[in-house]
Structure formats: C-alpha cells, structure tokens
C-alpha cells in the first residue's frame, strides 16, 4: 500500500474552553478526491485549519506524505506541498490578480527583479486551464465572489501541491465553472496528488469523490469508498444523535400573527422568502452557513435592504431600510456576532443593559448611573446574570453572560417579536440550556421568536416550527413534529423536501 | 484624446500637470520665481529635502502604518552630523553620512520594533517618539547649536554645489527615489509591503513575513529620515535642536496629496515626493503672488482635502465600472 498523502488521526483543538475538535481522523490516499462532511461546526475547518498551519494542534497525531508534521504557519504549510482554497477569499484588493496568483514566488528575470511579462503569461496560462476570462491586470478588488474563487483555485494549482483542500469552493460557482473546477480536481488526481474535498451538496460529492469521511461533533465518524454508501446513510450518519431534552420546551398556543414576509427578494441573496411568525411561537430558521438565513433577518429587521417584498408588523407595513422604525414597531434583533455588533465591550454592564432605552430613562437629556443601574438589576435578576458588579466591563464576561446582556438590552424595549441569530454560539452547554430555557419562557409569555440557529439539535429541540433555508430559499416548513435531523438536513443540502 | 485621458488619470501625472500651473502661473505674476539665477536653483533644491522624507514616509504608509516621528529624527540626526564635524573637523564627508544615516536607521528600528512586536498602532508609537527623540536632541543640544563655522566647506559645498544646474541634494533626492520605486515595483519583498497593506489578515494567513516587512519599512523611513538631516545641516549651515519640528505634518501631507493611500496598499514613491514638491512649491509660491499668511495655510489643508476626497470618489467611480463589467460578462448571474 502505497504512503497515504495526509494522515491524521486523533487530532485534538481546543479554543479555551469550547473543544472545536474532539477527534479529527482522515487518511487521503495519493491519487484520490476524499470528501470531508458533517454538520455546521463538526470540525471541519478546523481540521482544516490544522493541515493548513493557521491553527497548531493540541495532541494527536499528523503526518504529510508519511513525514510527521508540524506546521507553525501557513508559510510552512505551503512549503510543504499543501494547497487551501478556504470558504472565504483570501485576496488583496488592492493588487493586480496576477500579483496575487503569484505574491511571495513571483518569477524573477536574470536580474532578480518581477518579470511581469512572464507572470501575465502564467496567470493566462492558469486561467486558461481553468477555462476562465479574467484581466491578470485587473485589481482583485471588485471581482464577484466566483471570480475570485476561480483566482483562489488558481492560485493553488500554481503552487503545486501534493495536497490540495478544497473548503466549499463550489457554493458561488455558476455549473460550467463548477464542471471545469471538477477536471481539473480530476486532472490532479491522476497526477497522483491528493484532494481533500468539502462541500455540503452531496450531488456534487457523490459525482467527483471515491472516498467520503463523516464528521460529527469535532470528531471522527466513518470513512467509507463512495461506492459502497449512500445519501441517505450519510445524512443519517451526520446528524446520528438523539434529540435530548436537554432544551425544556415549554408548550405554547400561537396567537395573532406578528411578523408577516411576503415575497422579499434580494438580488444575489435571497428569492421569494414568505412566511409568518405568531405570537406565542418559536420559528426556527435552520440551513447551512452561508444559505442566507442572517441575510434574510438582516433585511427583515431593516439593516439591509430588499429589492422587492413586504415586511409587516402586527399588520402594519413597516418602512424599508430602518431600523429605527423596526425598533418602534416592536422588534429587536440579536445578532449573529455579539462582540462585533451586539455589545460594546469597554462599556459596563448597566450601560450595555441600557443601551436601547437610554432615551426614555434619561431626564433632561442627562443619564443618571443610579437609574441605569436600577434597570440593569432588575433585568440582571430577571435573566440571572452572573455579574460581580453592575459597573464591571462587559468584555470581561463569559460568553453565556455576554449574550444574556445583549438579549437584556433587548427586552429591555418591551418587543413583540425577538429575532435571535446564534443565540448559543460559543456558550457551554449549561449556560446554553439557560438561554433556551428562557427563550421558552419568553415565547411562553407571547413573545414572537424567530431563532436562527446552525445547530440541528437546538432547532429541532425550541422551534414550534423550521423552516429550512437552501441558497436563499425556503426549501421546506415543518411542523415540530414532522421536523426530523433528517428531513431539515435533506432540505438543507439537496434541497427538495422529502 | 484617450491617451491624455488615460495619463491624466493616473495620480503621479495629475498632481505633476497642477505643479507645473503652479509655478507657470507665479511665474507670470512675479518672473523671477522661475527666470532668476536664484529661481531655478530654489525651485529644486528646496523640496529635495521634504521630498526625500516622503519617500520615506511612502513605504511606511503604504503598509497600512504612519511614521510621525520623521520630523525628531532629522533633527537629532541633523545635529548628530554637525556634532561629528564640530568634534572632528576632518573625518571624510562620507562617513559622517554614513553615521547619521545609520543613526536614523536605529531610530526606525525602534519604531518598527515596538509596532511589529508589541502590536501598538503605528500612530500612537510613533507621536510617542516624535517626542522621545525631539526629547533627546533638546537634552543632548541644549540651547547650543551647530554654525557654517563648525563645519568643513567641503561639506557645506554639497549643499550649494550645482553639476549641470542641477543642485547635489536634488540629484541625491531623485537617486533615492529611484531606488526605491524600483525596489517596491520589481522586487518580491516591495510587493509585499503593498500586500500587507491591503490586507494585513489575509497577509498573515497567507504566511507573508509580515512583522519582518513592517520593520524592514521602519528601518528604511528612519534612514532617509537620517539622511534628510545630513541634507539638512548641507543646505543651512546651522542647525538648533529645533530643527525639522513640524515637518512631519508636511511630509504625511505630501504622501496623501501625492495619491499614496493613507489605510494602505495603494500608491508610489513618485506620487508621494510629487506631492512633495508640490505643497513646498505652493508654500513658497502662496507668499510671492502676496497671498495673506491665512490663506497659504487654508490652500494646503483644502488640497489635502481634496486629495482625500478625489481618492473615494476615484476609488467607488472604479468599483462600479468593475460591477458592471462583471454583469456584461456573467449575464447568466444576473439573471438568476
């Protein structure tokens, strides 16, 4: 048997005290595409990350071509033959794209300067293979995202690598790109390198790859040769878990409607999303990274804007593009990244708390720290904040706390619909099923909740009913009891519901 | 006609063709400016300096990072010069070069050092400098200061010597440019420091040196910075532990005017000492037409603005046309 390309097995990442990797195991062989799935936040890009030298690994074991390895940076990652196209382009906007394809091993003339003549030609020579029609003059700033993928994926085929990984590289490419990125996958299997493939649209795998491993919860589940498994063992595989009842859902009976989308349709984003939410309900918005579930709250709540649809609230049409109105209007938004838009960390708890009513608590126009705080306390009894003191920052707070503020400053404007983005991301689990428990509470009071969550077990434990984005549709809406892992991922991947 | 249009829309020519209306335009009002024996010399001679310290400036800026501590460097390295001549008088001109050269190197590593290790903006490193080093001339000097009489004449000649009408410091200045044009065009390491600018995240996750690139800018603007101080003590003859306050507004002034993008990854070394010449230029042409003191300082501050404000409107003027070059290309995409 020949030396595997890449074998890790048993590798362990932990970011403080969340285990973004329990497990990681997966063997590429020369001369083999592998596909790499599983769940939003099973491990993947991690171990990703790992192989690539952005991330070093805590234990386990890692060896390049049969070599132990050990990367501290991507530079050394590359030297080593390995090749990432991560989700995200990586491009710098401000330089021609060849210069990109090229930075850091641009070819030189005999007097050691750029030659820029040689570097067009390779960059044509590159996209040609590619079948692509970009300008190597062009700056890279501007390009759409498929171009600058098709730039990303060039970019790793220059380099040569025996290893290439490829990090969702289909989900903006257009079918002729996609076909043409797949010979050239081909093309690098048959030199012998190896390809490491991730992706969620399992046509896609089951078409290209030989080898399929499944991940779950940051770790290993099975490898199997493509041929001798099936979608529907996959999908079973990738959720494989029960359901606990870890999320105390407490009944409740939906009243009047309170948000009503009708038809909101952005260009490049998101098509014909219609649904309601009542009073009293819990909807969950489930579907992968990236399908554009934020995207969609973002428009409703009026943070971006929509080409065409209605929003109304308790009936009334509410105004494009302003939050401000949403606010009046009756919602709140609790967005995706609490420390980037949700909090300000070198602020206090109060006044974190008291962000949002800062006007109606004011007199004169002048804030009164005793009547911050008064507001704080009550809401910090209410939501059993963990805080020392209602003046320590809330940058020094865990993560579990952090959110119970943000959703505190929230509720604070007494709001008839919530729209939560997340709400557990990076919390322990104790603190996650206090969340849960609130928002039960919460919904149980008649509050109107729209969660949008990545993590199929909490969807399918707090929403009364899912609906299941795919690439900026609604692809299916289950009741809670018909919504099964395996019907929302079936919706959330291959798109029709079953 | 496209042509012109083309050569006009790049910066380094726009910001050349106002400098000429400049000086064409006092020339008219007052002849002398330019036609006098005296005109010709002062109109090169006078930015070289200011010039040489945006070159400087550029590579720095260029990295996403600033160097307001330019102005304290000259200064000590200007008195350093004078020092080393006043204690001995026959050291060979080119080593007292070579020190102070040296000497601002230092005082860049210091800057690049604190700003590539300890991760303190740029900003805040460098006003602390500006006056740690001014700090250190003013202990150091005292209220003594260096007189044409310290110095040798052979050195003092530098600063007034001609070969071919064209004065020695200014052929130092376009010397030092085109070495560093060249550098930052055709060499990987120059093409990184614009990377790095442009993306300072993508460029460690592309596992660029990127700490070694932003001390390498330091290092480098701290040098020039040194080497302006020799220019300096050369073309004065005297220099007090005042020397070169407040140019470091002027030069950071000049980089912008000059097209060099002030978050990074945009810009030439020639735009930035075009922009040089053209800020000193206008502040010697401003009082010769008799404009009031007043309206010499609003004329700088308005063309800085406008830089500023040209660069964003350029910049999202370009981002559409790309759009809508993308969408006749992929029309598929837009009707999807």
């Known amino acids: ?498 | 006609m496209r042509a012109v249009g083309a050569a006009l829309r790049s910066r380094e020519a726009a910001v050349a063709l106002v400098l000429v209306l400049v000086v064409a335009g006092t020339t008219v009002l007052q002849p002398g400016f330019l036609l006098s024996a005296g005109g010709w010399r002062d109109l090169l001679l006078t930015p070289s300096l200011v010039a040489v310290l945006a070159v400087g400036q550029a590579i720095v800026v260029v990295t996403r990072n600033v160097d307001l501590s330019v102005g304290s460097v000259l200064g000590l390295c200007a008195y350093l010069t004078g020092t080393l001549f006043a204690a001995a008088p026959d050291l060979p001109v080119v080593l007292v070069v070579a020190a102070a050269v040296a000497a601002g190197a230092v005082l860049g590593l210091v800057n690049g050092v604190v700003v590539a290790f300890a991760r303190v903006p740029a900003l805040v490193v460098t006003l602390g400098t500006l006056y740690a080093y001014r700090g250190l001339v003013l202990t150091w000097a005292g209220s003594d200061r260096i007189d044409a009489s310290d110095m040798p004449h052979a050195f003092l000649d530098l600063g007034v010597r001609q070969v071919l009408g064209v004065p020695v410091l200014a052929i130092v200045a376009v010397l030092v440019l085109a070495v560093a044009a060249h550098y930052l065009h055709t060499s990987r390491a120059g093409r990184q420091l614009y990377a790095i600018g442009s993306d300072p995240d993508a460029a460690v996750l592309y596992g660029l040196p990127v700490r070694r690139r932003i001390l390498t800018a330091f290092v480098a603007c701290g040098a020039l910075a040194g080497l302006a101080g020799v220019m300096f003590a050369a073309r004065y003859g005297t220099v007090s532990s005042g020397a070169g306050t407040g140019l470091e507004l002027t030069v950071v002034g000049a980089v912008v005017v000059g097209g060099v993008a002030i978050f990074g990854g945009s810009g030439t070394v020639l735009g930035a000492a075009t922009g040089a010449v053209l800020l000193v230029t206008i502040n010697r042409a401003l009082p010769v037409v008799g404009v009031p003191d007043f309206w010499q300082r609003a004329v700088v501050g308005v063309l800085i603005i406008t830089a500023i404000v040209l660069d964003r409107v350029l910049a999202d003027r370009r981002a559409r046309a790309l759009a809508r070059a993308r969408d006749v290309r992929n029309p598929q995409e837009v009707a999807r």
């Open chain 1, 1 to 498: 048997m020949s030396t595997p390309v890449l074998r890790l097995e048993g590798v362990r990442k932990a970011f403080g005290p969340v285990v973004a990797l329990r497990s990681g195991t997966i063997v590429v062989e020369p001369g083999s595409i592998h596909a790499l799935v599983g769940e939003n936040g099973a491990g993947k890009s991690t171990l990703v990350k790992v192989v690539a030298g952005v991330h070093r690994r805590d234990g386990g074991t890692f060896e390049l071509g049969g070599v132990p390895a050990d990367f501290r940076t991507t530079a050394e990652a590359k030297a080593a033959g390995v090749a990432v196209i991560y989700q995200e382009p990586t491009l710098f906007g401000d330089l021609p794209v060849m210069e990109n394809l090229f930075l850091g091993s641009e070819p030189l003339d005999r007097l050691r300067r750029i030659d820029r003549r040689a570097m067009r030609a390779h960059a044509h020579e590159l996209f040609g293979r590619l079948g692509v029609d970009i300008d190597p003059d062009r700056p890279a700033a501007g390009l759409s995202i498929a171009d600058q993928q098709l730039v990303e994926i060039a970019k790793a085929i220059s380099l040569d690598a025996g290893l290439l990984i490829m990090d969702e590289p289909t989900a903006a490419l257009s079918g002729v790109e996609v076909e043409r990125l797949f010979a050239v996958a081909r093309g690098l299997r048959d030199e012998g390198r190896g390809v490491v493939f991730i992706s969620h649209r399992f046509d896609e795998v089951f078409g290209l790859c030989d080898t399929i491993t499944v991940m779950r919860d940051g770790a290993h589940v099975s490898t199997d040769p493509v041929a001798a498994t099936s979608v529907d063992e996959v999908v079973t595989r990738m959720v494989g878990r029960e359901v606990t009842d870890l999320f105390p859902k407490v009944p409740s009976t939906p009243g009047d409607v309170v948000l009503e989308v009708r038809g909101l349709e952005r260009a490049g984003t998101f098509h014909g999303v219609s649904f309601d939410v009542r009073a009293g309900e819990i909807v969950g918005l489930a579907g992968l990274v990236g399908a554009g579930r934020s995207e969609i709250a973002r428009a409703v709540f009026g943070v971006d804007r929509y080409d065409a649809g209605t929003v109304r609230v308790l009936g009334r049409p509410l105004r494009p593009g302003d939050p401000a109105a949403a606010v009046d209007a009756g919602m709140a938004l609790v967005p995706e990244d609490r420390r980037l838009q949700g909090l300000v960390p070198q602020s206090t708890v109060a006044q974190n708390m008291t962000a949002v009513v800062r006007r109606r608590i004011s007199r004169l126009g002048l804030l009164s720290t005793a009547r911050e705080n008064a507001r704080a306390a009550e809401w910090t009894g209410r939501l059993e904040v963990r805080t020392a003191a209602l003046d320590m920052l809330a940058a020094t707070m865990s993560g579990g706390n952090q959110q119970k503020v943000v959703l505190a400053k929230w509720l604070a404007t007494g709001p008839r619909l919530l729209i939560v983005d997340e709400p557990t991301r990076g919390i322990d689990v104790a603190t996650k099923a206090e969340v849960h428990r609130l928002l039960s509470g919460l919904a149980a009071e008649g509050l109107a909740v729209l969660m949008i969550s990545s993590e199929l077990p909490e969807v399918l434990g707090m929403a009364d009913r899912v609906l299941v984005v795919r690439e900026g549709r609604i692809t299916a809406e289950l009741d809670r009891a018909d919504a099964t892992p395996e019907r929302v991922m079936r919706a959330a991947t291959v798109g029709a519901a079953s």
